[in-house]
T-cell receptor, first 110, second 115 residues
């Protein structure tokens, strides 16, 4: 699986959009980008995934660059409950394991 | 619909003791997984079961055994606990069809301390 690089921490004001970047310059053609988050002491929570097109669901939007070497997770109106560690993971859709890096610790400030 | 449940929530063991962590899912998922998370680290895969009746090693299987009891349940056993196994253990499940597995759903975790 391709490796990912994320900033270790970010801050965002409540009510603003939180934009979390991820670099995955060695991604291969059959690998997807997945995002999970882990709120303190809880199990990771699936957020969204994509291959090459931008994706949106009720939780977030995922923007993948045309060359697929990087992506951005967007939480459109961040709330205090969005404070968590966010993990960007690249894997083949059929691969069994998820490889969790260090993630980005996002803090939403009132 | 409870999702993925794990028991116990907390456990303290002495070195050399054995125990089994239980996991169950009610989403009719084929695949199930066991991860561990050490302080300040990401999750690492211990074992997984792609379907009922099969199990495979992950990144860190040493010191653990697993049983896929049926489609719903996947247990993790520590035969002789060591302090290095102090960690938070997460169980997960995912749908799978045609050799493709999808997003994983995680349980709340079991916090294990080995003294």
């Amino acid at each position: 699986d391709a490796k990912t690089t994320q900033p270790p921490s970010m801050d965002c004001a409540e009510g603003r959009a939180a934009n979390l970047p991820c670099n995955h310059s060695t991604i291969s053609g059959n690998e997807y980008v997945y995002w999970y988050r882990q709120i303190h002491s809880q199990g990771p929570q699936y957020i969204i995934h994509g291959l090459k097109n931008n994706e949106t669901n009720e939780m977030a939007s995922l923007i993948i660059t045309e060359d697929r070497k990087s992506s951005t997770l967007i939480l459109p109106h961040a709330t205090l409950r969005d404070t968590a560690v966010y993990y960007c993971i690249v894997r083949e859709k059929g691969a069994q394991k998820l490889v969790f890096g260090q993630g980005t610790r996002l803090t939403i400030n009132p | 619909n409870a999702g993925v449940t794990q028991t116990p929530k907390f456990q303290v063991l002495k070195t050399g003791q054995s125990m089994t962590l239980q996991c169950a899912q009610d989403m009719n998922h084929n695949s199930m997984y066991w991860y561990r998370q050490d302080p300040g680290m990401g999750l690492r895969l211990i074992y997984y079961s792609a379907s009922e009746g099969t199990t495979d090693k992950g990144e860190v299987p040493n010191g653990y055994n697993v049983s896929r009891l049926n489609k719903r349940e996947f247990s993790l056993r520590l035969e002789s606990a060591a302090p290095s196994q102090t960690s938070v253990y997460f169980c997960a499940s995912s749908a799978a069809s045609g050799g493709i597995s999808y997003e994983q759903y995680f349980g709340p975790g079991t916090r294990l301390t080995v003294t």
